[in-house]
């Protein structure tokens, strides 16, 4: 059996007082992250780890501007669910670390063949992301669109079959919990140079580009590279 992390050892503690223990009801706001920090005596990092993996499982829920709650469904979370958290941040990772691989390329092949028309519409695609960030509007649909240009683009067959799992990672960057307003500030000044290199189609500059965007969304999401198991 895999010795569990510091931040599942949290997310299972804390599991436990609120589903177990009732120490917080269900819409009971959590307290602040110095305070509850130093109540389960972790560090801010690893209190944050933990609090992305009970939103992902459903126990708490991060309500823009107001904080973090105990979900109103709380009590159908599967008690066992907790077994699973390292699957469902191992398939996130897998996820991302796909982009990595596939985007930055899909970028410097967009540069290279894209019509003019396809062009405009990776433009287009782009900045109505961005026009969402700056209303405070959901922009799901607006950034599975842009990264479905780019790779149309491509005119790669392989790279389109792709896309429903590239959405996927998408969908779930951008429901990032707590971590919203930081992908959303790094999502506008990634995008900013990427548009750039893309008027000019510029290959080398937009393959770089997204990679620094696919680094930035795995960093917020804390789905880094997976431990070395064959220590």
């Not at 159908?76 to 897998?94: A, I, M, S, T, Y």
Request: with cysteine; proline share 2%.
């Amino acid at each position: 059996m895999e010795k569990k992390s510091l931040s599942q050892r949290t997310a299972e503690r804390l599991y436990t007082q609120i589903a177990v223990e009732r120490r917080m009801a269900p819409g009971e706001k959590l307290p602040n992250e110095v305070e509850l920090s130093q109540q389960l005596g972790v560090s801010r990092a690893t209190l944050r780890e933990a609090l992305r993996a009970l939103t992902t499982q459903g126990v708490l829920e991060v309500r823009r501007g107001k904080g973090t709650f105990v979900s109103e469904r709380v009590e159908e979370v599967d008690p066992f669910g907790f077994n699973r958290l390292d699957r469902v941040k191992g398939q996130l990772r897998d996820l991302f670390e796909l982009r990595s691989v596939v985007e930055p390329q899909a970028a410097r092949l967009a540069c290279r063949r894209a019509t003019e028309a396809e062009m405009e519409e990776i433009l287009a695609c782009g900045a109505e992301v961005e026009n969402c960030i700056r209303a405070g509007r959901d922009r799901t649909a607006a950034d599975r669109e842009f990264h479905t240009a780019i790779v149309r683009a491509t005119h790669n067959e392989y790279m389109l079959r792709l896309l429903p799992m590239i959405h996927q990672a998408v969908a779930t960057a951008v429901e990032a919990g707590e971590q919203q307003e930081r992908l959303a500030a790094d999502t506008l000044r990634d995008h900013a140079l990427l548009l750039e290199f893309f008027r000019r189609r510029d290959e080398a500059g937009a393959e770089h580009a997204m990679a620094i965007h696919m680094r930035h969304a795995v960093d917020v999401m804390g789905v880094g590279e997976m431990e070395d198991k064959r220590a």
